[in-house]
């Protein structure tokens, strides 16, 4: 993101409470039984980090990024009060270097800052990020959501549909693509009935020649 919207962010997470609340992704919650028993996950552009302490709360090794400093600060302070350490990289996601093979889970949850360029680009760097037989975990707003404004960003290009996501992740086992809507409660930042897409995809496991 540009200077202004780094400002932007670290503004909205400078007020009292935690803007999305301390609970983690409802969505994000119901995938448990599909998490491995340990390993790394990493939790993109995860804010004032109720998911990645979520994911560390579970038994796995977090890297938390993020653009906002004063978020992280925040999310240093929620994973100390969980009794969970993470590890945090202050990014912005338009020029970061994504790991190559790194993470057995990746989680993307509300990431729509992202117009089409930039977005193309997470979801490349996220499918690049898992390692073979690792697990995606993304959800996002439909366009129904601008009906709603209970969250999200009001520009349209930046929401998703099941056709964008199916084409975007066409390199991977889809586990689960749902578009439904629901009533949801995330601190100030998400309250209300929502227009949701929930992508659960698997990276393909490496095959070797004979």
Avoid: C
């Avoid at 919207?5 to 400078?14: I, P």
């Amino acid at each position: 993101m540009s200077d202004a919207g780094l400002s932007n962010w670290d503004r909205r997470f400078a007020d009292e409470g935690y803007l999305f609340g301390e609970r983690p992704n409802a969505f994000l919650e119901r995938q448990r039984e599909r998490l491995p028993a340990s390993g790394r996950a990493l939790a993109v552009a995860d804010g004032e980090g109720r998911n990645g302490v979520w994911l560390a709360q579970q038994g796995l090794r977090v890297l938390a990024v993020d653009a906002s400093a004063v978020g992280q600060e925040k999310a240093r302070k929620l994973a100390k009060a969980r009794g969970v350490k993470l590890e945090f990289e202050l990014a912005d996601l338009a020029g970061w270097t994504w790991p190559s093979a790194a993470f057995d889970v990746v989680a993307a949850i509300f990431v729509q800052f992202a117009g089409p360029d930039l977005r193309a680009a997470m979801f490349r760097g996220m499918k690049e990020a898992l390692k073979p037989g690792g697990l995606l975990l993304l959800e996002g707003y439909r366009p129904e959501q601008l009906g709603y404004r209970t969250g999200g960003p009001p520009i349209e290009e930046n929401l998703y549909t099941e056709a964008l996501l199916r084409e975007a992740f066409a390199d991977m086992e889809v586990l689960e693509l749902r578009a439904y809507d629901a009533a949801i409660e995330e601190g100030r930042g998400h309250n209300g009935m929502s227009a949701l897409i929930d992508l659960v995809a698997r990276k393909p496991a490496q095959t070797f020649a004979r």
